[in-house]
Antibody, heavy 122, light 107 residues
Framework: QEQLVDSGGSVVQPGRSLRLSCVAS????????MYWVRQAPGKRLEYVAI????????YYPDSVKGRFTISRDDSRNTLSLQMDSLRSEDTGVYYC???????????????WGRGTVVTVSS | EILLTQSPGTLSLSPGERGTVSCRASDELGPTFIAWYQQKAGQAPRLLIYGASSRAAGIPDRFSGSGSGTDFTLTIDRLEPEDSAMYYCQQYGRAPLTFGGGTKVEI
């Protein structure tokens, strides 16, 4: 069964760091571009990071550029998101998600994790 | 950035009826760069439709998508109680990819 299990969410103070993880199973992880998508309370879904299947290409929206870093370890089927200099507006549920097409950057998602909650508050 | 506006915000219907959710883009997207997701409370989103009208694997044919340009529609025929959920559209034709604000469907 194909599955993504995301974890690492916590309550953290503004300015601090947090690292999220997503473990994939049931499919060949190395073939797929992967994403982090978040949803702040009462707001719409927002992508926060994209990494190509080979890890060579990464994209971030302006809201997190320079603060968040996406990475992958194909030997451990793990996707990570390092979040630095956290702000209150980074509060939300963070989901890892898989591109629907192997190797392609189609930018829509056919498998999602259940989400991990990040709360940035003093 | 493409803004996606979904309507209505909430759709309350009875079992067996047809539900229609609209997604309007702030600029032209072309015919195919829209996906639709269903999200039930406490669960991960599930891909329903991609390419505006193609059903994802395992999705019943009660779910259909249509539209092009700036106006897209998700239609759910013969509504069932388990269709109660939030529904989101997403565009992937122009960077950055963006999502609609969601429609709550109550059965």
């Amino acid at each position: 069964q194909e599955q993504l299990v995301d974890s690492g969410g916590s309550v953290v103070q503004p300015g601090r760091s947090l690292r999220l993880s997503c473990v994939a199973s049931g499919f060949t992880f190395s073939r797929f571009p992967m994403y982090w998508v978040r949803q702040a309370p009462g707001k719409r879904l927002e992508y926060v990071a994209i990494i190509s299947h080979d890890g060579a290409t990464k994209y971030y929206p302006d809201s997190v550029k320079g603060r968040f870093t996406i990475s992958r370890d194909d030997s451990r089927n793990t996707l990570s998101l390092q979040m630095d200099s956290l702000r209150s507006e980074d509060t939300g549920v963070y989901y890892c998600a898989r591109d629907a097409v192997p190797y392609g950057g189609n930018w829509y998602f056919d498998l999602w994790g259940r989400g991990t909650v990040v709360t940035v508050s003093s | 950035e493409i803004l996606l506006t979904q309507s209505p915000g909430t759709l309350s219907l009875s079992p067996g009826e047809r539900g229609t959710v609209s997604c309007r883009a702030s600029d032209e997207l072309g015919p195919t760069f829209i996906a639709w997701y269903q999200q039930k409370a406490g669960q991960a989103p599930r891909l329903l439709i991609y390419g505006a009208s193609s059903r994802a694997a395992g999705i019943p044919d009660r779910f259909s998508g249509s539209g092009s340009g700036t106006d897209f529609t998700l239609t759910i025929d013969r509504l069932e109680p388990e269709d109660s959920a939030m529904y989101y559209c997403q565009q992937y034709g122009r960077a950055p990819l963006t999502f609609g604000g969601g429609t709550k469907v109550e059965i």
